[in-house]
T-cell receptor, first 115, second 115 residues
Framework: NAGVTQTPKFQVLKTGQSMTLQCAQD?????MSWYRQDPGMGLRLIHY???????DQGEVPNGYNVSRSTTEDFPLRLLSAAPSQTSVYFC??????????????FGPGTRLTVL | AQSVTQPDIHITVSEGASLELRCNYS??????LFWYVQSPGQGLQLLLK??????LVQGIKGFEAEFKRSQSSFNLRKPSVHWSDAAEYFC?????????????FGKGTMLLVSP
């Protein structure tokens, strides 16, 4: 099992550019989520999904779009990047079998810089 | 809405000394509580979790945490710290939503281990 994978590992964008951060998991997890991590802020939830075709907003959704067409993939889209979106982005997944107590498994992160 | 407070931004501990990292949470119902560790440049790894039962929970790498409802606390402890424990530690509370849990993280405590 590869677990949760994220690509790219590093990315530099110019203001106004768009890009998609990729996240994939091979554990057949229903729940997937995106967080951003900023110094001194911990991790903040951007969007999450409880299954294919179902997404919802987290704490800081503005400027980000998501979709979930398959169980395995949960891409995060920045339509028009802004310097405030400079951050480290983590994708996580968990099984919903047995309820809400399950561990979330994290990917290695994508470090994004917006100039 | 739930929240997590980690009062210590940095803690320095001598190798071999004991460790306690503080975590206070705010949540209206019985919380799901987690401690994660993040090594430099890595994703997050679950150390331990609590929902119900024995209020002292054991985790990986020799860590334990004690849930105290009266104090709304879930402090992480280790009797003897090793240099490899130097990392950032995050406490998180999960809000249960019909079978899944969205996590709210504290801002983290950076542990430095001195020789």
């Amino acid at each position: 099992n590869a677990g949760v994978t994220q690509t790219p590992k590093f990315q530099v964008l110019k203001t106004g550019q768009s890009m998609t951060l990729q996240c994939a998991q091979d554990m057949n997890h229903e729940y997937m989520s995106w967080y951003r991590q900023d110094p001194g802020m911990g991790l903040r939830l951007i969007h999450y999904s409880v299954g294919a075709g179902i997404t919802d907003q987290g704490e800081v959704p503005n400027g980000y779009n998501v979709s979930r067409s398959t169980t395995e993939d949960f891409p995060l889209r920045l339509l028009s990047a802004a310097p405030s979106q400079t951050s480290v982005y983590f994708c996580a997944s968990s099984s919903l079998s047995g309820g809400a107590y399950n561990e979330q498994f994290f990917g290695p992160g994508t470090r994004l810089t917006v100039l | 809405a739930q929240s997590v407070t980690q009062p210590d931004i940095h803690i320095t501990v001598s190798e071999g000394a004991s460790l306690e990292l503080r975590c206070n949470y705010s949540y209206g119902a019985t919380p799901y509580l987690f401690w994660y560790v993040q090594s430099p440049g890595q994703g997050l790894q679950l150390l331990l979790k609590y929902f119900s039962g024995d209020t002292l929970v054991q985790g990986i790498k020799g860590f334990e945490a004690e849930f105290k409802r009266s104090q709304s606390s879930f402090n992480l402890r280790k009797p003897s710290v090793h240099w490899s424990d130097a990392a950032e530690y995050f406490c998180a509370v999960g809000a249960s939503n019909s079978g899944y849990s969205t996590l709210t993280f504290g801002k983290g405590t950076m542990l430095l281990v001195s020789p």
